[in-house]
């Protein structure tokens, strides 16, 4: 079993709709990490965090320590949001991260 | 805010060479830089961590001297793909964490895409 677990592997949404990805982990950790992968490969990093929630534009972030899970959440989508969301855990002092598979979305207009 | 430089952003090569790709912080200094390769329709996988001025840390199953990585300064990493076969083509990814004080906050380079003919 993976550390990290994101599922669906693929999903569709229409223009407008509100999308949640989920995040579940196995393990301790000190942090969760949401990435956004683009076709070209580059990473950016959308949201990092401990505990609670963030919140950033459309894009909401939410992370359950007990329950080992986190969502993203991402309102009003446009076809631009089409990429894979890949959730990622810190675990130990030096910041390594476990990865998930990634959950590509596709936003039609 | 940071930025993590990774260059080039691909490269074709003929198998048996050997490919530097090299990863800088442009406006922080990093002591640990980490490097990831990601298969198609795979998950990123840590290869090795790259220590400032002293040897990486490598992944179980990561061929150190497959795999040479050099941490010269506080701004600069190179990974270097030796006698690089087709097997070895994939995305290569680096990232740094700026250091103390920002624990668990980790910088993306844009990645390489590494083909191997």
């Known amino acids: 079993k993976n550390e990290v677990e994101q599922s669906p592997q693929n999903l569709t949404a229409q223009e407008g709709e509100f999308i949640t990805i989920n995040c579940s982990y196995s393990v301790g950790i000190s942090a969760l990490h949401w990435l956004q992968q683009h076709p070209g490969g580059g990473i950016v990093s959308l949201f990092m965090l401990s505990s609670g929630k963030k919140k950033h534009g459309r894009l909401i972030a939410t992370i359950n320590i007990q329950e080992k899970h986190s969502s993203l959440h991402i309102t009003a989508s446009h076809p631009r949001d089409s990429a894979v969301y890949i959730c990622?855990?810190?675990?130990?002092?030096?910041?390594?991260?476990?990865f998930g598979k990634g959950i590509t979305l596709s936003v039609r207009p | 805010g940071a930025v993590v430089s990774q260059h080039p952003s691909r490269v074709i090569c003929k198998s048996g060479t050997s490919v530097k790709i090299e990863c800088r912080s442009l406006?922080?200094?990093?002591?640990?830089m980490f490097w990831y390769r990601q298969f198609p329709k795979q998950s990123l996988m840590l290869m090795a961590t790259?220590?400032?001025?002293?040897?990486?840390?490598?992944e179980q199953g990561v061929e150190k001297d497959k795999f040479l990585i050099n941490h010269a300064s506080l701004t600069l990493s190179t990974l270097t793909v030796t006698s690089a076969h087709p097997e070895d083509s994939s995305f290569y990814i680096c990232s740094a964490p700026p250091g103390a004080g920002h624990k668990n906050i980790q910088y993306f380079g844009a990645g390489t895409r590494l083909s191997v003919l």
């Open positions: 990622a855990v810190a675990t130990g002092a030096n910041s390594k991260l476990t």
């Open positions: 406006d922080f200094q990093a002591t640990t």
């Open positions: 790259s220590n400032e001025g002293s040897k990486a840390t490598y």
